[in-house]
């Protein structure tokens, strides 16, 4: 299956640009980022008496210009059970849609969407940290910050698969660019099969 990478909590902009140029220079992998969340005050949540305000943090992450097919960023962080306390933590969102991925992967393929009920269901979430509007998830969408919404009866479930590219394509969303990844892998173990062999065309 694809590589993924993830750095969980790791929101600056100097380490994520790193990761970016990272997995863009392996193109084996994708990273499933975390962005900087600001509060009312557009000031960078750094502790949990902020409470995010998601305006000023889609504007915070678009005056990035982020473009690229082998990132995407998910929002808002999520409170999970730690198994080993069983106390309440909150957690980054790379924490559970990496197992979201996985899922996805297990009930289906790679170049499957990881996102909605059946695929981009969070089992493991107790809740979102902002209970996102149908207004707040569109402008989240729309620049490129995949929502993590709380949906009546069904809980809290992945709800977009847009890389962060800025050109429209195939390559925009998450599955397509995990099918190349997966291509990749599977054309290069094939062609270590052939390497040296005689060409008997």
């Known amino acids: 299956f694809p590589s993924h990478d993830t750095l969980p909590g790791m929101r600056h902009e100097s380490i994520t640009d790193y990761a970016i140029t990272t ?41 990035r210009v982020l473009d690229t097919s082998f990132a995407a960023s998910y929002f808002p962080d999520v409170t999970v059970q730690d198994p080993d306390t069983g106390g309440l933590v909150a957690v980054p969102p790379s924490v559970v849609t990496l197992g979201a991925y996985s899922l ?22 107790l809740q979102a940290e902002l209970k996102l509007t149908q207004g707040n998830r569109d402008s989240l969408y729309a620049n ?46 094939i062609a270590d099969t052939v390497v040296f062999e005689q060409n008997t065309i």
């Not at 000031?43 to 998601?54: M, W």
């Not at 790679?110 to 979430?125: D, E, S």
């Not at 992945?158 to 660019?177: C, E, H, I, M, P």
């Open 144 to 189: 490129n910050i995949n929502p993590i919404a709380t949906l009546p009866k069904q809980g809290v479930v992945v709800f977009g698969q847009k890389t962060l590219q800025k050109a429209q394509s195939a390559l925009d969303r998450v599955n397509v660019r995990r099918l190349m990844i997966e291509l990749k892998s599977y054309i290069r173990q």
């Open 104 to 125: 996805n992967d297990k009930v289906g393929h790679p170049w499957f969407a990881p996102a909605g009920i059946n695929r981009g269901g969070l089992n493991t979430v």
């Open 23 to 63: 997995v863009e220079n392996r193109f084996d992998a994708m990273l499933i980022m975390d962005i900087e969340e600001r509060d009312q005050f557009n000031t960078v949540v750094t502790s949990s008496a902020q409470s995010p305000h998601v305006a000023n943090t889609v504007t915070a992450f678009k005056n």
